[in-house]
């Protein structure tokens, strides 16, 4: 039985590497290639995806998992080896359902596709793009016609980001959240706006990187293990414990964007470096959950990153970066403006109210276009008119409508709800911290993270993929699911900023 144990894992390792080769041509591709790279760089990461998915539904690692049943068994749900075996299986039982063809053709696809919405967005031409954005949308029907029986097309999609989630109860949580929220919006922006104008001013780029860079080291990213670079769309790529790499992206007439984007990343990155490391080179490593992913990043974004604690502490050390553009502001002044809502057009962008809106109207689309209801080609009107019904503001051209995200140009469909289920969870598990840790929000006031940061390792990041987000829920809020903490936060806080009270 250890034999055959040890043998799965070396095949789990050899698996991984093959993956960290992708994940890494994936990074270079968005950080450092040369533009005449992109063609060829598209074939190689098909050809590894390709060679990873045969070597992983190889018969014979069907055969040791039919072994290893009793050593599962035995070593329990919670073990380590169970862990390994578990979710090996999981990933298998799927894998096999899919042809390497597929993968290999999927992976070329999404590359070409994402090739040419980076020359794309800039030139506000959806039309180029159209085509590849079809065929991606049709890969991911192909994808799911090889799970006959789901209730919905994208229920297999969310499967690979959100385990067990179904569009179904997306729909459901959606619809109860709209709820609450809605009103919460129309009271804020019925109010008459406040102007910030020195959020507009020029913050020098190479001050932006070093003061996000040096709270996330503060926060417990360790640089020793990670780095941060530039790329067109920020992101967190992980191909080991021991290698967490973060992006941002620098706009010298919007400081907030790059810095919001670091303690994102950050928080990310943070996730995946606290892996306990028994779990390099298994499909345990990393985090559970895009959900619970996304839980980590905007905690460490938006409840510790934009709040007045965190601020009081560290905006006297954002004057000495920046001391003629915030001469005149004073803390309060900062602190509305950073949490200022409004009608906005760029998802990445917005303000925590509205945030959820944008995510709304992505996964609605998705739905549409997957159910037949909604063609491709009237993507970029219909994406018009919901932004107005639903925010009250009307991009004026594709490039800041349907053309601002990385996300379907890249092939990934049914991943949008990740980000609220991430918002909803992030306040569940911030709230059991406060319960079990009531100093951490006075810590953050003396900038001090590691009581905080400690207990997320031990709760949640050190278990990588080991639970599911529906079990990490129950182990350490006793609850299901529920935007209640939610709600609650966006009501105290914005309630407070906006006299909503
Ligand atoms: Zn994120």
Same mark, same amino acid.
């Given at each position: ?45 098909a ?49 096999v359902? %899919? *042809? ?6 999927? =992976?070329?696809? &999404?590359?070409? +596709? $994402?090739?040419?919405? !980076? ?62 929220? %809605? *009103? ?6 019925s =109010?008459?706006? &406040?102007?910030? +104008? $020195?959020?507009?001013? !020029? ?42 790499r ?38 345990v ?15 460490w ?13 560290n ?82 051209d ?14 990934i ?70 935007i ?18």
């Amino acid at each position: 039985m250890q034999e055959a144990y040890k043998e799965l894992k070396f095949r789990l390792a050899e698996l991984s590497h093959i993956g960290a080769a992708t994940s890494l041509m994936g990074w270079d591709q968005q950080v450092n290639m040369p533009p005449g790279g992109a063609e060829v760089r598209g074939k190689q990461m098909a050809t590894l995806a390709k060679i990873g998915h045969e070597k992983f539904i190889d018969k014979k690692v069907g055969e040791l998992l039919e072994q290893l049943k009793p050593m599962e068994e035995e070593k329990g749900y919670e073990s380590v080896e169970g862990s390994v075996i578990r979710l090996t299986r999981r990933n298998y039982n799927k894998a096999v359902k %899919v *042809p390497p063809e597929f993968t290999a053709r999927a =992976q070329k696809a &999404e590359s070409e +596709s $994402f090739d040419v919405w !980076i020359k794309a967005r800039p030139a506000n031409d959806f039309k180029r793009v159209q085509p590849y954005l079809q065929t991606n949308f049709d890969l991911s029907k192909e994808y799911a016609d090889f799970f006959p029986g789901y209730e919905h097309p994208l229920d297999p999609l969310i499967d690979g980001y959100e385990y067990g989630m179904k569009a179904a109860k997306i729909r459901e949580i959606f619809s109860e959240l709209r709820k609450e929220l %809605v *009103p919460v919006v129309e009271s804020i922006l019925s =109010q008459e706006p &406040e102007y910030f +104008s $020195f959020m507009k001013k !020029i913050f020098p780029g190479d001050q932006q990187i070093a003061f996000g860079e040096s709270i996330i080291k503060e926060f417990g990213y360790d640089f020793n293990r990670g780095r941060q670079d530039m790329a067109p769309h920020p992101f967190t790529q992980g191909t080991s414990i021991g290698d967490v790499r973060i992006t941002t992206r620098v706009h010298e007439d919007n400081f907030s964007s790059a810095m919001f984007s670091t303690f994102h990343e950050g928080g990310h990155a943070m996730y995946e470096q606290g892996c306990d490391t028994v779990f390099e080179g298994t499909p345990v490593r990393g985090g559970t959950s895009l959900g619970v992913h996304e839980s980590q990043s905007r905690l460490w974004e938006n409840v510790i990153g934009r709040s007045m604690p965190f601020w009081k502490h560290n905006y006297p050390r954002l004057k000495q970066h920046f001391p003629e553009q915030l001469a005149d502001i004073s803390l309060d002044k900062f602190y509305r403006g950073i949490n200022r809502v409004e009608r906005s057009l760029i998802r990445v962008e917005a303000d925590e109210v509205t945030y959820n809106l944008h995510v709304m109207m992505r996964f609605a689309f998705e739905c549409d276009v997957l159910d037949g209801k909604l063609a491709v080609e009237e993507l970029p009107e219909a994406w018009k008119d919901r932004m107005e019904s639903d925010i009250g503001i009307r991009p004026a051209d594709d490039k800041d409508g349907v053309l601002q995200d990385i996300h379907w140009y890249s092939g990934i469909i049914g991943y949008f709800q990740c980000y609220t289920l991430g918002n909803i969870m992030c306040s569940q598990f911030y709230d059991a911290a406060l319960k079990a840790h009531p100093e951490i929000t006075d810590e953050i006031g003396q900038g001090k993270y590691d009581t905080l940061h400690n207990w997320l390792k031990e709760k949640i990041y050190q278990h990588g993929h080991r639970y599911t987000a529906n079990e990490l829920l129950k182990n350490i809020t006793g609850d299901e699911l529920t935007i209640k903490p939610y709600m609650n936060y966006i009501k105290t806080k914005y309630g407070e900023l906006y006299d909503l009270l």
